[in-house]
Every structure is written in structure tokens, then in C-alpha cells.
């Protein structure tokens, strides 16, 4: 069982930008592969960032060049960087880690993009 919380949403201004933590119970470095998910209001859950083995790490279309996905290594934290932030990135924002014994997700953090 792998324990995830997310932290750092708010209301932030378009344009602004935030930084999504992701603290687990294991190292990072022990997962399959980890990432970020989003589901925005009467939407489906999206991927929006994973990273792979290798440090190879997948955009989808609408974040590339906005959004940047990294870990700290010595503080065991995944972080989502968010700029260039747009109304349609209002969502609750979701850490996710695959492991050989199944994927598990955070409770979310709340990002709300507004004017």
C-alpha cells in the first residue's frame, strides 16, 4: 500500500502559475511509473504528465511547454510546475504511481484558474 498527498493547489489568476507537490510513503524511484492526473468539473480523469523509466515523461498536448514534471530526489517529492496557467486548467489534480502491486492515487488538490 503506497500513501500519496498532494499539496500546493489554490485560485490563482490566468496566466499565473502554481506548484503541485506530491509526497509518497515509498521512494519515487521504487515506482513503475508516476504522474499526474486532473479531472475538471463534469469531465473525465485525464493523464496530464507521466514519467517513465529513464526519466522519459509524457505531456499531453494542452500542458507541453506550460506544465513540467520533476522529482526530488533527496526530499522523496514529485512536483508538477505549473505556468502559463488557463481557465480549462481548472480541475482537481491528482498524483498517481504504478507499482508491481497495483496503482494508487492521492485525495487530490484543488487548482481553480480565474479571473
Known amino acids: 500500500q503506497v500513501q500519496l498527498v498532494e499539496s500546493g493547489g489554490g485560485l490563482v489568476q490566468p496566466g499565473g502559475s502554481l506548484r503541485l507537490s506530491c509526497a509518497a510513503s515509498?521512494?519515487?524511484?521504487?515506482?513503475?511509473?508516476v504522474g499526474w492526473y486532473r479531472q475538471g468539473p463534469g469531465k473525465q480523469r485525464e493523464l496530464v504528465a507521466r514519467?517513465?523509466?529513464?526519466?522519459?515523461?509524457y505531456y499531453v498536448d494542452s500542458v507541453k511547454g506550460r506544465f513540467t514534471l520533476s522529482r526530488d530526489i533527496a526530499k522523496n517529492l514529485l512536483y508538477l510546475q505549473m505556468n502559463n496557467l488557463k481557465l480549462e486548467d481548472t480541475a482537481v489534480y491528482y498524483c498517481?504511481?504504478?507499482?508491481?502491486?497495483?496503482?494508487?492515487w492521492g485525495q487530490g488538490t484543488q487548482v481553480t484558474v480565474s479571473s
Open positions: 514519467q517513465f523509466p529513464g526519466d522519459v515523461t
Open positions: 498517481n504511481v504504478d507499482t508491481w502491486g497495483g496503482a494508487f
Open positions: 515509498g521512494r519515487f524511484s521504487s515506482f513503475n511509473s
